[in-house]
Every structure is written in structure tokens, then in C-alpha cells.
């Protein structure tokens, strides 16, 4: 399993459940942990995921939301 981590301007558990419900959607993900405290994601996924394809999927959320999203470092 790989895991990749994202910050995320979630501003509430509202922001944190859609971006659950976003990734949720994706094959290949196994779990999403999010902290709107540390504007974080963390999720689980196997190899045929895309990191690339989470980004995605969160740009175009932060596009309708105007939150920001990038990958963490």
C-alpha cells in the first residue's frame, strides 16, 4: 500500500466529508484520514492509484469550494 498526503483548506468536518466522499469513490483506496485542524489528508491506496489522479479529483472540489489543495512535502 502507498500513502499519500495532501494539505487541504478544509475549514470544517463539512469540507473533511466531502473530501471523504470524493476519494472515497476512487478503486483502489482504502482508507482517508482527514484533520481539519492540520488541514490534512492522508490516504491509503494500492499501487494501480495515481497520485496524480487524487490531485485531480481534489482540484476539481477546491475549483467549485475555493479551498486550496496541494500535496504535502
Not at 499519500?4 to 471523504?20: H, I, L, P, Q, S
Not at 472515497?24 to 495515481?50: F, R
Amino acid at each position: 500500500m502507498t500513502e499519500t498526503r495532501f494539505d487541504v483548506g478544509m475549514t470544517c468536518e463539512g469540507c473533511a466529508n466531502a473530501v471523504k466522499r470524493i476519494l472515497g469513490k476512487v478503486d483502489g483506496v482504502s482508507d482517508i484520514q482527514t484533520s481539519v485542524e492540520a488541514k490534512s489528508v492522508v490516504v491509503v491506496h494500492d499501487e494501480s492509484v495515481s497520485k496524480d489522479d487524487l490531485l485531480a479529483k481534489l482540484q476539481k472540489w477546491s475549483a467549485a469550494s475555493g479551498k486550496s489543495v496541494a500535496f504535502s512535502s
